[in-house]
């Protein structure tokens, strides 16, 4: 069994940073991809990032390439979203999720869901 408790989401402007942070128990950490997703309000959940196993490989939704940054330390069985030049369609609740490999979280195929963030960019 994986736990997975979200932390970093708070009220920022347009154009500010954030750094989210999913803290994981288990001895089993490294062995997981570990992806973000993010539901807004009355619209779906979807992916935003995904990093593998040994932190090697990162996909990226097209809408956050370039302004996002997954990464991961599994000494401390954490992974972060560095997230910069925020805009206010980034606003939603943001997840981390565990399963084992990339296609399967971009997929949706997850193995345990954290609770989730919320981040809120206003304009």
């Known amino acids: 069994q994986v736990q997975l408790v979200e932390s970093g989401g708070r009220l920022v402007q347009a154009g500010g940073s954030l750094r989210l942070s999913c803290a994981a128990s288990g001895r089993t950490f490294s062995s997981y991809a570990m992806g973000w997703f993010r539901q807004a309000p009355g619209k779906e959940r979807e992916f935003v990032a995904v990093?593998?196993?040994?932190?090697?490989?990162?996909f990226y939704a097209d809408s956050v390439r370039g302004r996002f940054t997954v990464s991961r330390d599994n000494a401390k069985n954490t992974v972060y979203l560095q997230m910069n030049s925020l805009k206010p369609e980034d606003t939603a609740i943001y997840f981390c999720?565990?399963?084992?490999?990339?296609?399967?979280?971009?997929?949706?195929?997850?193995?345990?869901w954290g609770q989730g963030t919320q981040v809120t960019v206003s304009s």
């Open positions: 999720a565990a399963g084992p490999g990339v296609a399967a979280l971009y997929s949706g195929r997850i193995n345990y």
């Open positions: 990093i593998i196993g040994n932190g090697s490989s990162r």
